[in-house]
């Protein structure tokens, strides 16, 4: 299974901007489509397609090279071809970085030409967005911010579980995941909520909305404003996700 963002407990929400080409499936195969002419832009011949929360893309496995990976930019312009002997997982770029998974199932990042420019020692780590990436260490039990040469921006609280990508510097936390507790006997019961805020680049605590609105689930932002979500959340069993009653817009 390829890797998408490596973000295991990330929100990695797309950013809203048009796309100058799409994704397109045919046979069993991924190619990409001008967004308006629908002209096939990259031949249908990638078992997989990404796309990254900039618009880029990586393609994977082709007939010739089952682990080739393939980048392309937002016009489905090629720029960095990948044999990839020693089988790693990567994500489509943001700007000029992407993550890369090895062997011992640790990432790092390399740059447009292929250069492994951070090496591979986070256990989990966000794509990088507004210059900066929130990592975490082999050897620490908490979220750091990074920037672009790998320098620690901020050390997170150890009680944060959900962190959003960036957007206008701002970043969404919670402290505990949405997730429902079951026991033995297989009853279910109600999930037990942590907190929602908003984080600036230095980890400072902009704003805590637990004791307020009760937001859970939050957008990035863009032009100052984020879409959210409010309590009361409905779980739906079927679907095995929450989903918000009441949606709102709110400023920085």
Sequence with gaps: MRILFFSICFLAVLVGKAQNVLPAQNAGKWGLLHSTTYQLI????????????????MGFGTPENPHETVFFDAKGKEFLRLKNEKKDNYSPFNGDLAAFLDEANLIGFIDRTGKKILPARYILASPFHENMAIVKDQEKNFFQIIDRTGKVQASLDSAYRDISLFSEGIAFVKTEPPLYVGDLSYTWKP????????????????????NNEKIRVTHNFEQGLAVVGVTPMNYDGMEEKYTADEWGVIDR
């Design 191 to 210: 999930p037990t909520w942590g907190k929602t805020m908003m984080i600036d680049k230095q980890g400072k605590v902009l704003a805590d909305f637990t």
């Design 42 to 57: 990259v031949p249908y011949l990638y078992k997989e397609m990404q796309i990254s929360p900039e618009g880029s893309y």
